[in-house]
């Protein structure tokens, strides 16, 4: 138990801040509860101030837009490095792709990539912007699902752990509004 809690723990993060990340990125279609907009206003407070810092850090200054796809990609690396370190401890069996589990992550990465690069404007002055939303979602999808990372662990299944824990954010979001309006 001992030798998986590293890997748990990333896992574990991985999956809660993709989600946070991309339910923060529904800001537009969703009417929030009370403490969603609290929870939501502090991760899109605290999120461009960490990443402020690592560009600062470069001496690079960091277009906003780029903030959730850069927390995005980091959740995702986070994810598939817990998955890769849970799978080392594991006894090594046959990889085997089914085109079920193909299309299930084919699935899983179109709906957080529609979550992400949606709400990306796409005026001539933000082309480029929005361009590098995109390289950055798809170099960490390629990257969490290389087998330096994630070794032969399930990634797919993670990816839809995130997509449940927004949909119980949004769940939680909607009942919530409910107990106050009745």
């Known amino acids: 138990?001992?030798?998986?809690?590293?890997?748990?723990?990333?896992?574990?993060?991985g999956?809660?801040?993709a989600a946070f990340t991309l339910f923060a990125n529904m800001l537009a279609p969703l009417d929030l509860a009370d403490w969603a907009w609290w929870?939501?206003?502090?991760?899109?407070?605290a999120t461009p101030a960490f990443w402020d810092r690592i560009a600062a850090w470069f001496?690079?200054?960091?277009?906003?837009?780029?903030?959730?796809?850069?927390?995005l990609a980091a959740f995702l690396l986070l994810t598939s490095l817990?998955?890769?370190?849970?799978d080392?401890?594991?006894?090594?069996?046959?990889?085997?792709?089914?085109?079920?589990?193909l299309a299930g992550g084919g699935?899983?990465?179109?709906?957080?990539?529609?979550?992400?690069?949606t709400p990306v404007q796409s005026s001539s002055a933000e082309q480029v912007v929005s361009q590098a939303t995109l390289t950055i979602f798809l170099a960490a999808a390629a990257a969490s699902f290389s087998r330096p990372l994630a070794g032969r662990?399930?990634?797919?299944?993670?990816?839809?752990?995130?997509?449940?824990?927004?949909?119980?954010?949004?769940?939680?979001?909607?009942?919530?509004?409910?107990?106050?309006?009745?």
């Open 82 to 86: 817990g998955v890769g370190i849970r």
């Open 153 to 182: 662990g399930n990634l797919i299944k993670r990816l839809w752990y995130v997509l449940g824990g927004v949909c119980a954010l949004v769940v939680l979001n909607e009942f919530t509004k409910l107990a106050v309006a009745s």
């Open 39 to 45: 929870m939501v206003g502090s991760w899109q407070e």
């Open 88 to 101: 080392r401890h594991r006894e090594a069996s046959a990889l085997t792709v089914s085109p079920r589990y």
């Open 1 to 13: 138990m001992l030798k998986e809690l590293p890997g748990l723990s990333l896992l574990s993060l």
């Open 15 to 17: 999956v809660i801040g």
């Open 59 to 71: 001496g690079l200054e960091l277009p906003n837009p780029l903030v959730q796809p850069l927390n």
């Open 107 to 117: 699935a899983a990465l179109f709906a957080i990539g529609y979550i992400i690069l």
